[in-house]
Each structure stands twice: as structure tokens, then as C-alpha cells.
């Protein structure tokens, strides 16, 4: 098998006792991900039996950092948020993957090799990451309510220390790779938790934006002037030079959308004609978002998985008036927000 197509292999987790790629029937030359183990429920259970050799050091600090803190609880009922389960979670982070759970190959390698280590001295950052790897497992393993419950529990703890040094007036360029590593995860995690939390109350839900904020904070946060030229300087400086250059602006008519999905491209050719008709009065706010559409379908096409990074862009450039309108209910918007949806879930990442 060539390295281009193990590059391309995408394993599916649904089925992690399956070794290989379940959609193309090919073998998979890659270890499965480790389920973790049941008995670390326990507070006496040797969490760190699949440990990486030179991170034993990071480990005895992250539980020492846990208890300076008095977080989690050691009296709390649930097992999957006593602290040596937190072992679990840094073991989880560290495993390689073929396909990047950051959705972009380049962010997950920097991640890996550098956040612990800026989480030591960063215990908000430590608290995002062990947010995201428990709700990373809640996904791989739905059946199993111990990580849903840590997911949650770890998800409002992590919230509350980020925003918590957000708002500090000492946030300075010291602070810019740990801050916009916490960022990039927070705006995931707040993804998936507003998705949950629409799904377990149907009846009850309206559209939120906080998700879209999130998205868009981030991004005024990481073009703040006194953190830009130290994250250029920084661990995201490939991360940040590989988007320097924008993706071109394709119209309809461009020769790389003839290959496309005749039933997207239509789609999409509907989408630009009837909203400038039906909603006049907004065509201003949905002008732009609309013109971007083209470029996001071109990217369906493609198997890298660093084209989620102009998905997110999408998002993280919308107008204020837009979020309104979303909240609103405004049909048009919730149709533009649907197809960037629908677009997105057919990346080959």
C-alpha cells in the first residue's frame, strides 16, 4: 500500500473491533485505539499501564497539580472523575491517530508535543485538554455513561478556569501559545455540547449561537496584537503560515466545481438564486456567506484534513447581524448554517 493511501485510510471508530477500514474494505496497517480499561473506575487501579515512556514525569505532575487544587473532589461519587483517572485521559491525548480528533493533521502534531508541557504551567489549559479527551471518549463510546458523566463534569470546570483567565487584565504574549491552544479546544467542545444539549431537549431547544461565539471569539482572540506576533513566533507558527494564504474565491461557473455532486452543486445553485428573493431586506448580512459557499463545496473534494481549517474560518467571519438572525429563526440563515453543515460532514477527513 503506497504512503499516499495510507495518508487517506480513515478508520472508522464506530467499530473499534474491526482492524480495518471499514468503509474502503482495506486492511489497516494501524494499531486499533486502546479502549480504556473498566477497572480504572477504581481509585486504587494502575491507570498508567499504557503509559508513554518519557511522560511519567508530566503524569506525577498533572495529579499533583489536581490535588494542589482540590479538584476533582476525592470524595466525589463518580469514578471516571477521581483524579488517577485523569491518566486515562493524558494517555488518550498522547496516542497517535490516523485521523486527527483536532481535524487538522498539523494542529493535532503540535498539540501532542507541546500543551502538556504549557500546561504545567497553565492548569486552565490542563483542564481544557482533560474536558476534551473526556468528551472524545463520551463519543467513542457512547454506551458508556461513566465518560458522559466525566464529560460534563471536566467540560464546566475547564469553562470556568478559561473564561476565568480571559478576563484577567495580566493576559500578555507569555500567554499566547497556551491561550489559543485552550481556545481551539473550547470552541470544539462548545460545538459538541450544545449539540447534546439540543438533542436531549428537542421540544425545548431554539437555535443558539454560543457555539458560533465561540467560534468567532477565538478567532478575535488569536488577532489580538500583543498575542499575534508571539503565536508567529510560537509552537503555532506552521499552523499559522500553512493558513496564511486564503483559499481562492470560486463562482459556480468555475471548472473545478464541473466534478462536484450534480445534486450539491444544484443545491447550492438554488441556495444563491431564491435567498436574495425571499429575504431582500437581509441580502446585505447573507451576501457574503453565500459567496464563500462555492469554495467550501470545491473542498468536498479533496482528503486533506487541513481543509476543516476554512469550514471553521466560514464561521469564525460571519457577521454579528447574521448571528441574529440565526437566533431569530430567520429560515434563510438556518439554511446557509444547514448547507455549511451538510458540506462539512462530507469532508474526507
Known sequence: MSSAQKRHLKYDESLPQRSYCHRRRLLCEYPLPSKPSNNADDAGTDTTAHAYDGNEAIKAKVLEILTQEGVPCPNTPWPSHRRPNALVLIDHFLTPTLTPWIGSALAQITMQAYALRL???????????????????????????????????????????????????????GDADAISTAAVLHTMLASIHESRRTKASPSESRFCSAWLLSFQGTQLLLERTELRAALEQGIWADTIAAQSVPEPMLTLQHPELSAINRANLEALRTLQSVIPLTAPQHQHTYAHPLQLLPTLLSLTNTTTCDAVSTFITFIS??????????????????????????LLSRLDV
Open 119 to 173: 500546561a504545567m504551567e497553565a492548569p486552565y489549559l490542563l483542564h481544557t485538554i482533560l474536558a476534551f479527551f473526556a468528551t472524545h471518549l463520551s463519543c467513542l463510546y457512547p454506551s458508556e455513561e461513566k465518560w458522559s458523566v466525566a464529560a460534563t463534569m471536566r467540560y464546566s470546570l475547564s469553562l470556568t478556569q478559561y473564561l476565568g483567565r480571559l478576563i484577567e487584565q495580566s493576559l500578555g504574549p
Open 317 to 342: 467571519h460571519l457577521p454579528l447581524a447574521y448571528n441574529y438572525l440565526l437566533e431569530a429563526g430567520e429560515p434563510e440563515a438556518l439554511l446557509i448554517l444547514g448547507f455549511w453543515s451538510a
